[in-house]
């Protein structure tokens, strides 16, 4: 089975959903052979030549090689200016590339002028038109030979983020062009999305295009999708270590070998309001402690990863307490709750001590009331208590705020604002986002709503605020008086542009140091990506 993941999306570690496929079906003696286009299509566009009227394109252009290189310099995590100046040349020399193909392609989103991902009609014509994408020649270069060397391929087409989408269908069109009777199964987030939301149906072929669309963890559907072909009988199939064999050759755009794994799919808290988790409505599944604990340490033998990336949507307090007694032997981060067990120091000097590097964690309102009307789970005070355990250890905190859910108003963000610049030296990234009502979410059908996007494949809707707290109004208080504020600005500007929490690890101190030299020297306390914390 010929496994790809197509452009484009952020490239700092091989994909992980078909690498789990390679190791699930490679474990039942079933040949696998996995193409990362998404990392293969940004080096493509970044060896192609372009013309350029402005300065800083030509420059970009000229830069580019030495630009990639310094992405996978540990050392340049230490400039800012050099790591935010590589960043922009990428991008912008990308942009310059795919501009002459009518699509502006980036080191993290792909659009087209004339289609957009949310239409039906227009993915089955990238599909039919597949010349047309920025990256047909290397579809052809790549995937063609996988095709000739099988007359009854099956492809599988991982799509994870919607600017994936209208690759992945000229990926489609390519394929059904060279071998119609290949079978071609599409999967990952966004087809799963989709589903969950009645945007398509699972039954959904695109005009013929698809042969199957599998919804939920990959080894389940493609476990199902095979036992069914074989003998009419479904079967799910189970957790498999993944396996990264044929990304081994790539440079992925990270200062260190990073890999990534799950302990679980789905949420194991689910009962948060407006949440796509609970709208889809999957089911949580993790992997047993002893078995997960043998995957990383079989990882970390093949690999010698510099950086584990747990990709869960929750790292659960029970993989929390495994990790800390079971140590993966490299430097780790991951998302997490604001559970009771980081309200105990010596917990997270024990996640410290296991490599815990940085935890994502999701405060989403500094107001108790309107935590409470989301369901959230968490108190205030056992929040504050927590962001002091971690930083106490040196554990690096990558917060993410909400504002303008329907529960929430001016004085409720301001609040918000409050607890953040209380806290803000021991906060050491900031992912400030603006609430999106999705379309299938409970709530829904209790607020006026509009189309969000145009297309009947978007998963968001606008929606009149309750409280008259609306998008234009929270983006002028975002501008004004949340941004601006000055413990608040320093954190902002920390995020990395682009790869965000993919790189925020190497700007902290466990990871910032140079394999060659030892350790890099302090940052200076005036560079936005110094770690504020009371050490």
Known sequence: ???????????????????????????????????????????????????????????????????????????????????????????????????????????????????????????????????????????????????AASRDALVGISICYLSQ????????????????????????????????????????????LVDAMLSGPGEEGLGGFLAEAKDGKKSPGAFSMPDFEDFSDLRYFAPLKIVPYNFSFGCPWKRCSFCPERAEDMPYRGTPSPEAAAHIRSLAERHSPGLFHFTDNEISPLYLRSLAENPPGSPWYGFARFSRRLLDPEFCAALA???????????????????????????????????????????????????GTPVEDRGAAMRTRDFLALHSSEIDFLNVAVFNLPVSSREASMLETKAFYEGELSLYSEFR?????????????????????????????????????????????????????????????????????RR
Request: proline content about 6%; hydrophobic content about 45%.
């Open 465 to 533: 605020h309750p409280k008259g707290w609306g998008r234009a109004e929270v983006r002028e208080f975002l501008a004004r008086d949340f941004e601006a504020f000055p413990e608040i600005k320093a954190i902002v500007r920390r995020a990395p542009p682009v790869f965000t929490s993919s790189h925020a690890p190497f700007f902290l101190p466990a990871l910032r140091k140079d394999p060659r030299n030892g350790p890099l020297p302090p940052l200076d306390r005036d560079q936005p990506s110094y770690s504020r914390k």
């Open 353 to 403: 001590a296991s490599g815990c590097a940085m935890l994502q964690l999701g405060l989403e309102s500094g107001d108790q009331a309107v935590l409470d009307a989301l369901g959230k789970g968490t108190r205030i005070d056992e929040i504050a208590k927590a962001l002091g355990n971690l930083a106490a250890v040196s554990i690096g905190v990558y917060l993410y705020v909400l504002f």
């Open 1 to 147: 089975m010929l496994l790809i993941y197509p452009p484009a999306a952020r490239s700092a570690e091989p994909p992980l959903g078909i690498a789990r496929l390679a190791g699930f079906l490679r474990s039942r003696g079933c040949e696998a052979r996995c193409l990362d286009l998404c990392h293969e299509g940004i080096e493509y566009l970044l060896g192609l030549d372009a013309a350029a009227e402005d300065t800083w394109t030509r420059g970009a252009l000229r830069r580019r090689e030495s630009a990639a290189d310094a992405l996978r310099d540990i050392a340049s995590f230490q400039s800012r200016d050099r790591y935010d100046r590589a960043v922009g040349d990428l991008n912008r020399a990308m942009r310059a590339v795919s501009s002459n193909a009518g699509a502006e392609a980036s080191l993290a989103d792909y659009r087209e002028a004339a289609r957009s991902p949310l239409r039906k009609a227009d993915l089955i014509d990238s599909a039919r038109d597949y010349r047309s994408n920025v990256f047909s020649p290397l579809f052809e270069a790549r995937v063609g030979p996988e095709l």
């Open 165 to 208: 989408a209208l690759c992945a269908f000229a990926l489609v069109g390519l394929i059904k062009a060279a071998l119609p009777q290949a079978r071609i199964l599409l999967g990952g987030g966004l087809i799963t999305s989709w589903i969950a939301a009645g945007a398509i149906a699972a039954a959904e072929t695109f005009g013929g």
